[in-house]
C-alpha cells in the first residue's frame, strides 16, 4: 500500500519545495521534468531514483495513480536533473516488483516496511 494522499498533499505543498533544491545534484535523488497531460504545463517533482545500467528506477511510493507517474507514462518519457546534469528518458515500464530487486538492499527494507511493490522503470 502507497503512502497515504494526504502525505503527497503535504510533500507538495512543503516537503517539495525544501527537497527541490537539493534533489537535482545529491545522489539518489532526481528532479521529474513531465508535462501535465491536460494543462500542458510543465512540472518539477522532486523523486528519489536509482539507477541500473542504462535504466532509472524510481519507487512508486504514493501509488501508480500519483500525477507525475500519469504524465511520464502518457507522454512516453521525461527528462530528469540529476547529479547536476540532465537526462532525457523514454520507454516508461511499470512494473510490480514484491521481491524489491530494482533498488539497492537499504532502499528495499525501507519500501518492503511501507508496502511500496510498484515501481516505474525508464531507459536513458
Not at 502525505?7 to 534533489?23: E, G, M, P, S
Not at 511520464?72 to 536533473?81: F, H, P, Q
Not at 546534469?85 to 539497492?104: A, F, G, K, N
Amino acid at each position: 500500500m502507497p503512502l497515504p494522499k494526504a502525505l503527497a498533499r503535504f510533500n507538495k505543498v512543503v516537503t517539495n519545495r525544501i527537497t527541490r533544491r537539493i534533489a537535482g545534484w545529491a545522489p539518489g535523488f532526481a528532479i521529474v521534468v513531465h508535462e501535465g497531460r491536460r494543462s500542458g504545463r510543465t512540472y518539477r517533482t522532486p523523486v528519489n531514483v536509482f539507477r541500473r545500467g542504462d535504466r532509472y528506477v524510481f519507487a512508486a511510493t504514493y501509488g501508480l495513480d500519483a500525477a507525475w507517474v500519469k504524465n511520464v507514462v502518457a507522454a512516453g518519457g521525461c527528462a530528469i536533473e540529476t547529479r547536476g546534469r540532465r537526462v532525457e528518458l523514454h520507454d516508461p515500464q511499470i512494473v510490480h516488483d514484491p521481491e524489491h530487486s530494482q533498488v539497492p538492499a537499504p532502499v528495499a527494507v525501507i519500501l518492503r516496511a511501507l508496502r511500496v511493490d510498484d515501481f516505474v522503470v525508464l531507459s536513458r
